[in-house]
């Protein structure tokens, strides 16, 4: 069956510091990827996302993704990270017809 | 994009009641679904909800326990049946979207946490 794997659960960074988490899927075909936020008591947004084309994808807050289709991989980056980034981060594919298939997500703490 | 409203935003509930949750969308959608997210846990597709006929439901749910509604292109219920403490969640609605480029994207609703006594 398909899946998504986000290998760190708990991040804890301090203010400016960078950010990667880490994404990895199984799946052989076609795939579209996304990454989701979820700020504290907030519903889940849509952060960025990857269809086609340039496999580094720029989203909202300066986040940034790279598609890297040999490793199954969709990291997701940020140079400098503010304390406003705390949130849960969710890595997500679409699998078939608009089927989404969610990671475990990642907690991200930003210390001030 | 569309705005995606969900009621009850939370409720407690006894075991073995039920609860109707109900999911609103400010346009027509051709496609909404139901996820879980149990705690600590990530999402998972309870069902896709369509309209006019039976909703689709993903393995390891079934319509006796998660029954669903679609009446209209704007409005879906998820029903959680003889709750038990196992079925405290956040449930989520979600709609497609085309975006762009004619590529689809799924928008959340703020979601119902439920927990069951």
């Known amino acids: 069956a398909q899946s998504v794997s986000q290998h760190n659960h708990h991040v804890i960074l301090s203010e400016a510091a960078s950010l990667e988490l880490g994404c990895n899927y199984s799946?052989?075909?076609?795939?579209?990827l996304f990454w989701y936020v979820q700020y504290p008591g907030q519903h889940l947004q849509l952060l960025l996302k990857y269809f086609s084309g340039d496999p580094l994808v720029k989203g909202i807050k300066g986040f940034e993704a790279e598609f890297i289709k040999s490793k199954f991989s969709f990291n997701l980056r940020k140079p400098s990270v503010q304390w406003s980034d705390t949130a849960e981060y969710f890595c997500?594919?679409?699998?078939?017809?608009?089927?989404?298939?969610f990671g475990t997500g990642t907690r991200l703490l930003v210390s001030p | 994009s569309a705005v995606i409203s969900q009621k009850p935003s939370r409720d407690i509930c006894q075991r073995g009641t039920s609860l109707t949750i109900q999911c609103q969308v400010d346009s027509q959608v051709t496609m909404m679904f139901w996820y879980r997210q149990q705690p600590g846990q990530s999402l998972t597709l309870i069902a896709t909800a369509n309209q006019g006929s039976e909703a689709t439901y993903e393995s390891g749910f079934v319509i006796d326990k998660f029954p669903i509604s679609r009446p209209n292109l704007t409005f879906s219920t998820l029903t959680v049946s003889n709750m038990s403490p196992e079925d405290s969640s956040i449930y989520l609605c979600s709609v497609l979207i085309v975006g762009t480029g004619g590529f689809n994207e799924q928008f959340f609703g703020p979601g119902t946490r439920l927990t069951v006594l």
């Open positions: 997500a594919v679409t699998v078939g017809f608009q089927k989404l298939v």
């Open positions: 799946y052989g075909g076609t795939v579209n």
